[in-house]
């Protein structure tokens, strides 16, 4: 049985802690898009893990594998690999493994992350300038420079000289300068450390789903960053819907594959872009304090807003989503009453889903329904039947809403603190 794991709105659903619950019961874990702008937390007891590019799964040993999808910052991955090992997890060549044709962040695209933004003035992305734009860019104009790429130096070399040249009318305008031998040099010495890894995982991946293994797939970000579907151009780069699986990983289409819908039990988003129904007043700050609501990566303010059905109905269908996974519910915990947006106005119309263009986006103006909170506290329960019955309310109200099941509630951001509403667990 396969299973992916999607973020249905703008990232931080909680994606990082719902993977290694359910890895619990998988053999492989798997990224396959995205790169180190992703950023998710583990919470085991009281031991916090953050993990940029490694799949979640790494932190309970399982075997992990960094697909074809995903863009490499390699000096980010030896520093996360670092930092993980101090914490008394194990990694080595048997429970990693990146694909040989995944292709590379170098240092150039994070300055050129960085000019791009500037050049945005006002209408900047808020990207977590790791690069990831520009380097799949030159993935896209088949340029870039690819894992398998540094144990040949005489054509890494020449794909260094041919990459640093197809840039530098931009870097010498910005005055910036690579220095294309240290760069080759660094390249060189990190790939010394990462070499051990590499390995033809389509190939690793499709024997494990002959011998039926339990591979769940590990997304980053969230849907609505998708580059085709999300809302363009306050996206990211790569497609983050469950579609890029398999163009990310080469593991070939087969039957027996759920995907699981992460979703929090409000909205948040970082970075610009159009967010229907944000909130600029006390409720907001509200839900940044009790959710702790900052970037793990940039460490920004998040964003936050009321709970969309509309983007989620939408997020479901284009992910196959078939189970929803409902996360942070204890944050609403404190509130009198909680908004739900269940339809769009935009200029006297109403819309059920969202339209693609960027001014009809900004003109939306949210209908909302408006049920009782539940005052009390639901941090850490384990149980359906022991949330009140406003908690439960409202989770029915917006399964009922977005015709999907809700079948797994988050309590809180440590491991245990999860409702099996439908047994999935014990049922993979
Ligand atoms: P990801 O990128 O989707 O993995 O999410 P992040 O790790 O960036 O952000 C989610 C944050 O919420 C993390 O700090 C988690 O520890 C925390 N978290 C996850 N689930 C819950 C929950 O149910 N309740 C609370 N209070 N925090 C949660
Ligand atoms: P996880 O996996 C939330 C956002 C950035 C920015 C936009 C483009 O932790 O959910 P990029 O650097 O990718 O070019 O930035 O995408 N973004 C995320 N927001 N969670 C993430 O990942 C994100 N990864 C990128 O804030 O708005
Ligand atoms: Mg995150």
């Known amino acids: 049985m396969f299973y992916t794991v999607i973020g249905t709105q703008w990232g931080d659903e909680g994606k990082g802690k719902i993977v290694d619950w359910l890895s619990s019961k998988a053999d492989v874990v798997v990224r396959f898009q995205g790169g180190n702008n992703a950023g998710h937390t583990l919470k085991i007891k009281e031991k916090i893990f953050k993990l940029n590019l490694l799949p979640s799964g790494i932190i309970r040993g399982k075997q992990c594998i960094i697909g ?4 490499l910052d390699p000096w980010a991955l030896e520093e996360e690999i670092q930092i993980l090992k101090k914490q008394g997890i194990v990694i080595n060549s048997k429970n990693l493994q990146i694909a040989e044709n995944i292709c590379l962040i170098l240092p150039l695209h994070i300055i050129l992350d960085e000019i791009n ?22 993935k896209i104009g088949r340029r870039a420079i690819r894992l398998c790429d540094l144990s040949d130096e005489k054509l890494l070399r020449k794909k260094i000289t041919n990459l640093i040249s197809f840039h530098s009318v931009r870097l010498i305008h910005f005055d910036k300068k690579i220095n294309e031998a240290d760069l080759i040099n660094k390249l060189l010495k990190v ?48 497609n983050t819907s469950s579609g890029q699986i398999f163009a990310g990983t080469g593991f070939g289409i087969k039957d027996n594959h759920q ?4 979703t929090k039990a409000y909205t948040t988003r970082v970075g610009s872009g159009p967010f229907p129904s944000e909130l600029f007043d006390e409720i907001g700050n509200y839900l940044v304090v009790k959710g702790k609501e900052f970037g793990t990566v940039t460490k920004r303010k998040r964003r936050c807003g009321w709970f ?17 996974i409902l996360t942070k519910l204890d944050v609403l915990d404190e509130l009198n009453e909680i908004k739900i947006c269940v339809g769009y106005k935009i200029d006297n119309s109403n819309y059920d889903y969202l339209p693609f263009n960027e001014n009809l986006q900004q003109r ?15 941090f850490g329960i384990t149980e359906w039947s022991d949330l009140p019955k406003n908690a439960q309310n409202y989770i029915n109200y917006i399964e009922e809403v977005i015709k999907t099941k809700i079948s797994i509630i988050s309590t809180g951001p440590e491991r245990s603190q999860t409702i099996d509403r439908n047994n999935i667990l014990s049922n993979i």
């Open 68 to 71: 074809n999808g995903v863009i």
């Open 117 to 138: 933004e500037k050049n945005r003035g006002e209408e900047k992305l808020g990207t977590t300038k790791k690069g990831i734009g520009p380097a799949y860019e030159d």
């Open 191 to 238: 790939f010394n450390k990462i070499s051990q890894y590499l390995a033809p995982t389509w190939k690793i991946l499709n024997d494990y789903g002959k011998k039926e293994k339990i591979i769940l797939f590990e997304g980053a970000q969230g849907a609505l960053l998708d580059i085709d579907f999300g809302t363009y151009p306050f996206v990211t780069s790569s």
């Open 259 to 262: 995907v699981f819908g992460i």
């Open 308 to 324: 969309d059905t509309i983007l989620v109905k939408q997020t479901v269908q284009i992910n196959g989503v078939s189970n929803i």
């Open 364 to 378: 939306i103006l949210p209908i909302y329904k408006i049920i009782p909170g539940w005052k009390s506290s639901t």
